[in-house]
């Protein structure tokens, strides 16, 4: 079945620091693949996504590329901010269209940015 | 625009009690999906809605029931309630074009 993997947390940053959260994934075919952000007490946001091999997705100064031959989607930042102290969850679907796909979830990885 | 909307935020709930979880979905949306998010683990797919009928479902006991209303709005009941099932439960919902959009999550809380 899918499965996400990725790196366990906490991660503690000062601000302006360089940020590498890495994620890999096992999937069936050509899964799409997702950042998101939880803030504390919030739901889910879209951070960012890339729905085939090589594409970058990038958002708010974050990236991720899509790297099939690694089966990694690891997110990027150059310089953090407090405002992104957050948990971020890597996730997968199996299907590229909007809708009907479900979302397998890693275990997500908190975020502390210090001024 | 209204997101997705959930109630009751918060809730307690005693060991083998039933509960019964709402979610109003984003202004033209018609799929609604649930997860359950442990504390310190990511969500888990619980099942989706679309027409009023679980299109999709995870690997959940039958304790876990939904329901879809014409409106497109969506209730998550569980029965005989679990301490394990203490966890916030998400609802998204998205339609053919969008993605998802997530609530803020019922925070269930079984002692």
């Not at chain 1, 996400?4 to 799409?32: D, H, K, R, W």
């Not at chain 2, 999906?33 to 039958?62: C, K, M, T, V």
């Not at chain 2, 209303?69 to 053919?96: K, R, T």
């Not at chain 2, 998802?100 to 925070?107: A, E, L, V």
Request: glycine share 10%.
């Amino acid at each position: 079945g899918n499965s996400v993997t990725q790196m366990e947390g906490p991660v503690t940053l000062s601000e302006e620091a360089f940020l590498t959260i890495n994620c890999t994934y096992t999937a069936t075919g050509y899964p799409s693949l997702f950042w998101y952000v939880q803030y504390p007490g919030e739901g889910l946001q879209l951070l960012l996504k890339a729905t085939k091999a090589d594409d970058k997705g990038s958002n708010k100064g974050f990236e991720a590329t899509y790297r099939k031959e690694t089966t990694s989607f690891h997110l990027e930042k150059g310089s953090v901010q407090v405002s992104d102290s957050a948990v971020y969850f890597c996730a997968l679907s199996d299907h590229s269209g909007a809708g009907s796909y479900q979302l397998t979830f890693g275990k997500g990885t908190k975020l502390s940015v210090i001024p | 625009d209204a997101g997705v909307t959930q109630s009751p935020t918060h809730l307690i709930k005693t060991r083998g009690q039933q509960v019964t979880l709402r979610c109003s979905p984003k202004s033209g949306h018609d799929t609604v999906s649930w997860y359950q998010q442990a504390l310190g683990q990511g969500p888990q797919f619980i099942f989706q809605y679309y027409e009023e009928e679980e299109r999709q479902r995870g690997n959940f006991p039958d304790r876990f029931s939904g329901h879809q209303f014409p409106n497109y709005s969506s209730e998550l009941n569980v029965n005989a309630l679990l301490l394990g099932d203490s966890a916030l439960y998400l609802c998204a919902s998205s339609n053919d074009r969008d993605g998802y959009t997530f609530g803020s999550g019922t925070r269930l809380t079984v002692v």
